[in-house]
């Protein structure tokens, strides 16, 4: 068994978290990034998987236009990103599956990291580190702003570490790079990359609560259900001097429909959310408005309620373009259902982590509050008899997730690596079965 | 040939519009009035029909409730009105329809009078003549606020002077008494009355524009279209702190509709109205209301334009129910479709009253700018070749039609029975044909 | 001390139960109730306070008409209510308070028993005991439906308990009986008449789960913070073909009022309703509505989120009022804050209740999940540094509250009886103090 | 007196016309245009005022923003446009004021000639002749789809015949180039320039119905009056799931107010119109909208009912803003009121058009039924005892006014030339005085 050393290890993975946050890459477009992360694993001698391999073509919600697809492989090209690699994912088909083989027979332990970047413009502030120290992202509009770099880092150095026990690992151990989580879009097409004998599921969050890096929790509850999509109305452009009698006005559909989206009736089992999120209608002042387009998201405190939210947004919608002699579509974009973590494998990791050096809290239940698609891993894991969990590693925040400025402590990253190392080694171990609710 | 005592008729006729005027009826409940106007036509020898006989049952549109139309007999039994012809009338058959037989070969003249009072409870005030004579409605909330008691004094004195004269009389006289009148209910149901072979039609309009009796219109324009409607929203009541989500709420789905109803566009090719006069729903304050009724109507300067108004409104309804997964259902109430005055006739007519004693200003069109249904019996009358017209006998009102203060200068019903007379006894002179548009 | 002969008393509070679903009154006109309860109270010699001298005429909020308030009185007069006692009840000051004083030195405790009706038409099946039996109401749109007959026996039957065993009563007891407390309205009135130095309130609900008699909850939780209002739209009554440009239309301000209202924002705290109940509006069909009035209710898991939605009905209906040339007009009608039971005094009248005879379960904190505006009698008393908490009795319901079925197991009666006598006995050694959140 | 060599003069302004065409400009842009148009006039040695001289700058409604006048300079910069005059014009002072002084005293006439182009991507087709011939727009999203480069032609054509003949033009003649006439928004800049004592004024339009060359209009009715503005609501923009009771949806504010604006009562005078011509809100689907934007307009069969609306829709922002927690700003692009062209002034023009060499058919009243800020001119002229009209030259249209595929028989610029400088030469004789309705 090779020796860690943990030193420059952390050294190492800190400098590449800051080298993904200054190539930031929005869902469906990081082909640097996995180009990148492939490089890293492939060094290791890790078999990667990636391209069309890995994805359910119909499966891939939301995708970006194919000019903003072509852009992003472009980018990617004058970014140094391996050429045969970017050309394998061409059209959106990012991230990779990597497992690593441990020398004992064991559980297989699949693992689900985030590399998609978000859609902000990072802050150029003197008080921000990244600007002050030269890794800001050099990409308009793009910003790692929920940690996903970091993900990306924990999860290289959790190959590492691995790779250098693998005589002593039990079982398989599985990472799962999931592309485009932002808007609730990759799980679905990546789930049929699990493997079928998946034993246990981790996915990790970085930084909910603001508390100091060695708060961790082994669960977390309050999944919501939510559903992404874009609704267009489509009427009849006419000039607004015109014969106002055959007025096919998708504006006025879609203004309608928002005033009655707003007024869908709550719901007594709990939480409930709509959101027109941007609504772009019309060419010209004096021009009746022929289409309009709306995106849209509802949530649910569980998936009944979320699905309630979004079939009577159908339904309104429908019915406010009829209203006006329109027509109306819908485009699904993403979706998460609610989840429950597997309350024994919760108790299990808890049980590994307090003793480990450099946790100081362990919880087994906090409220996650948001909704993430990887509650369509947990549902493809524990229905075939696996459970299932989400990690939250607390990590001091400059500035709250989603910000221009936001920055953590990067001492999250070793620590994040050191836990889930203990808990991918003590897995054999674990108990099986018994599904929480 | 009769001579005719115009002072005697005068003051009888005037003695009778008072009478009419305390007794007054709504649509379809005209029992006492209808029984009293035959039993003056036929002490005239005059062959009356009524009842049965004269209406189309399934065109008697928005019919009071069977539990109204029995209170409107008897009342009119406890007012003395003839039991045999109450007894023929009920279930709403009110109006008659008579025919005076000149000696001599001509045309066949239909004149139609209306004989249903206003939902207005009249006027106690002492500066009001009917109540400071004792000739006030003795009926709650019902008036003749509009004239048809001066109408139905007016066709009683010309069927007096008509018969008085009828050696001399050339062709065929028709007296038409429409019930319902207001609502625009009764034409349609009595259509089918008018002679096949009417060669002329006239309807009268007692004081439009608050001029002095002696100015007479032959004809006018501006007839609006205009459907009458009523609309019953169902969902499902329920108390409103029980399940939300399953909520069908009738109230949240009519006003929906009055929302949109108001925003109907406009039409490129002249006036369009759309009223809802009246709403009600709900049975608590802490029910969610379960049942909304509106009560409503379109207009249009044209037939066209009201069909779009009126097909707008059924689609904007049925949208509203729909969206808040209630149903609606739509009752028809009543009718106008818009129609000319033949200008032959008119021109004809015009020339007839400029020679009359007492008509001191003739117009040959005057905008009527309101919704009559005589309109049908115009289609009705035209589309056989027939010729009609409107006339309007001015008067000067004491307050507008409509209000609770109305009243005008009897002397205009001699005025107009002097006219009618002179028309119908020259019409055989007048030319035929030619269709105005 | 005087033995209770409790299976005469049983049947005598069984009788007097009868006889008080036999004579429902709605709320603020409990007349011939509130008289024959005085009537039963000074024959133990009990002092009772009524009339004007027990309310705060400014807090009686949702007071009936004048004539509503007039025909009740008439109606008790009929009905053999004592002349003297109506009379000083006149214009809805009904309810009463009456004082049991004990011979001993002991704390103060108030009973809060509501006495009105619900506004619901008794079943006449034979299925239903009342109407089988001859006991239903005998008033049209009047009946006991939650159980207020059994209260107002139960009061009656505790006086006497109590008075039987004065000699040995600790402290003094405070009988309220609270008019009008469907609709939220008379406690607030009523708050006034608390004694100053009342250590314990107890309210009552009975059957709430439609578990058997025996089951008994010391405390509840969930209590719903609520408003009850009405909103009048004014504008302009005109003929729907005047002039639209000059409208104001008040349907169509309450119409857009009742869309936005529906679309109020959720509450990120809990729970969030509202309610427009009803909706009347125009005078007739082809008459531009120049009023429309609703009658409304807010509701919220906290007094906090009840506010939140009162505040923004208020500006929802300021702002569509304005919108279309109206104004409005808000009528307040009634009110509930949230509350909390007393943890002290609830465990110890759970540890009392346990011992009972007829007592089978116990529980301390069950949710109520209503709005009850004995709550504002609560803050009363927790202001001051009493304590307070309401029970349920729960009893097999033959129909839910408020169905025209309603009916429940009578054996309740004289076992909540039993329950207070002993809480109130043991009242003085309850533990002071320590107020729950 | 100089012989016109019309044959060439027609090849020339046609070759002029195509020139113009080629490089399209839209309001507020026209620098090249306008500098090619004073170089013509200096040619001529006509004195020509242009830049801030000519304008009033807080009359200069719906300025592009600072970014697109900068770019629109440095186009013209690119197409030879001379470099003092693009200069003199920076910043959106386009258009010029050119006077003719005839050698003989006579009165002052003003002609109107409108230069900017549509926002209309030119037609591909090979079926269009500019695409065909090789003289299509040169500029994306920029094309004279409304004969402006006609009316330039037709001017330049103007100023060399009236010099040709200066020794005997009586009075003066001043050629209004007015930018920014598509949205109504360059009149009231340029009023300040019409010289006091403008006697007459006269505008253009070309191609009203598709009729041929040859017809030609001396007067129109029905200039509709129109307001052109942006509404701006801001709120507050927040996360989807975070606090919904804090809420400030300007998306919601701005559909509540399309809804309503859709719904403002009809006029009883005339036509009434809105457009809400575009709507855009929001930045991400999981943001609550915290800005939206709309650009609508007003029309109105006559100034009162555009105001009218108007008026009735600030007050539905500012409800509906403020109903929703936000605030709403209204930005004024642009205006025109009704107008009247003056009978006798019409009857003259007419009178010299009728004798004249390729005028077929005259008419002298056609109803023009659109908004053109020509009547902001018109007023300032007409209200210091001037008299002014619009002429229509039709001409056969290739595809209708503002589609991509207009295009027009170019005989009609040399007709025009002919026409204005014979009404011209002719207006010393014209009647004066006595105003239209």
């Known amino acids: ?36 992360i492939i490089e890293e694993l492939e060094a290791l001698d890790i078999p990667v998987r990636y391209g069309h391999a890995i994805h359910t073509r119909d499966k891939m919600y939301g995708l970006p236009s194919a000019r903003e697809l072509e852009y992003g492989v472009e980018r990617a090209a004058t970014e140094c990103a391996r050429a045969d690699l970017v050309e394998s994912m061409t059209g959106g088909f990012t991230g990779c599956v990597a497992a690593i083989e441990g020398a004992l027979p064991g559980p297989t332990v699949c693992v689900r990291f985030n590399i998609d970047c978000s859609a902000i413009d990072e802050s150029t502030s003197p008080e921000h580190r990244p600007a002050r120290d030269g890794w800001r992202s050099l990409h ?7 940690g996903h770099d970091a993900q990306i880092a924990i999860a290289i150095g959790l190959a590492r570490v691995l790779c250098a026990r693998r005589s002593e690992l039990r079982g398989r151990t599985v990472l799962l790079f999931e592309p485009a989580s932002e808007g609730l879009r990759g799980a679905a097409s990546l789930a049929g990359s699990l493997p079928q004998d998946c034993d246990y599921l981790i996915g990790c969050y ?9 708060t961790v929790a082994a669960g977390v509850h309050g999944f919501q259900a939510s559903t992404k999509f874009d609704v267009r109305f489509t009427g009849e452009a ?24 707003q007024a869908i009736p709550r719901h007594s ?3 409930s959310r709509l959101n027109v999120g941007t609504l772009h209608a019309g060419t010209g002042r004096n021009i009746i408005p022929g289409e309009a387009v709306m995106t849209l998201e509802t949530r649910g405190g569980n998936a009944a309620i979320n699905s309630y939210m979004e079939k009577s947004a159908y339904r309104i919608c429908e019915a406010c373009a009829g209203m006006h002699g329109c027509t109306c579509e819908t485009t699904f974009q993403g979706f998460a259902g609610d989840a429950a ?4 494998f919760v108790r299990a990791i808890a049980d590994t982590l307090r003793n480990l050096h450099g946790v100081e809290a362990v919880s087994e239940d906090v409220a996650i509050d948001c909704a993430e698609d990887i509650t369509t891993l947990f549902h493809a894991v524990q229905s075939r008899g ?9 990590t001091s925040l400059r500035a709250p997730h989603y910000s221009s400025d936001f920055d953590f402590d990067e ?17 054999a171990d674990y108990p099986r079965g018994e599904r929480a609710e």
Chains 1, 2, 3, 4 share one sequence.
Not at 207 to 214: A, E, K, N, T, Y
Not at 411 to 427: H, K, N, T, Y
């Open 411 to 427: 001492e999250v990253i070793p620590l994040a690596v050191r836990c889930l190392e203990r808990i991918i080694r003590g897995a």
């Open 1 to 36: 068994m090779e020796q860690i050393d943990w030193i420059s290890l952390e050294q190492e993975l800190i400098a590449l978290r800051r080298e993904f946050h200054r190539y930031p890459e929005p869902g469906w477009m990081e082909f640097r990034t996995t180009a990148r």
């Open 238 to 261: 006419s000039h607004a001097s015109d014969l106002p009698e055959t007025v096919k006005n998708a504006l006025a559909a879609a203004c309608s429909a928002v005033v009655h989206l």
């Open 269 to 271: 089992e709990g939480l």
């Open 140 to 146: 308009d509009e793009c910003m790692h702003a929920s």
């Open 341 to 344: 973590c597997d309350a024994l």
């Open 206 to 214: 970085i930084g909910l609560s603001d508390l100091p890096v060695g």
């Open 386 to 394: 696996g459970q299932a969990t989400e990690l939250v590693f607390e």
